[in-house]
């Protein structure tokens, strides 16, 4: 069977990873979420005081970043690593929200994590999550789904996500995070997020997750 590249792009937390890992699985893809990427680099940035209106301290900054994916089989899910150390925790966290977006408008940081996800997915037979995947990484992607949900419902589901994580964060301040990092992320120069003519839109305000798993792969049947 011929094996492609599914691009998953959307606004936050309308349920692209999820939905992006169960494809994989069914699939026996890779799944790479993106955002864990920029996560991952934002986590960096803040520990080492990188300043972002400084092109070469972001430039020396990100040569000194290695990220990587791990399986963790009791986890049942890849875990992404910065210069070795898991982080996969740590990144989730309301202080990385609340930065994350202002680090990935910084064109260097959008070029090097691009050509990184260029690499992970030449093989093809990926799922991939993101902003621009359809867009900028793949724009030949063979599947292209674009993700949205009404804000309310997306901020309910963060903050039973965070809650499962034990991080009790008040609806309103998850609701203005997921609206200003929309914002941010369709408004800026690089690679901005938004739909690719191709792409399929899915609505996720009123489905199910095996609802949402069965549009995509019902798109993917068609080009394998
Ligand atoms: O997917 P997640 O919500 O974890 O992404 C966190 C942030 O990373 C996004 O709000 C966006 O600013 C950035 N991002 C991006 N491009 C991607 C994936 C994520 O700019 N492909």
Sequence with gaps: ?????????GYSSCGKSTTAKLVAAELGYAYIDTGAMYRAVTLYFLEHHVSLTNPKEVKDALDKIDISFHYNPKAKRNEVFLNGLNVEDEIRKMYISNQVSEVSVVKEVRRAMVAQQQKMGRKRGVVMDGRDIGTAVFPDAEVKIFMTADVDTRARRRQDELLAKKQLINLDEIKANLQKRDLID??????PLRRADDAFLLDTSHMTIDEQVEFVLNKVTSRI
């Design 186 to 191: 369709s408004t800026r120069a690089e690679s």
């Design 1 to 9: 069977m011929k094996k492609i590249v599914i691009a998953i792009d």
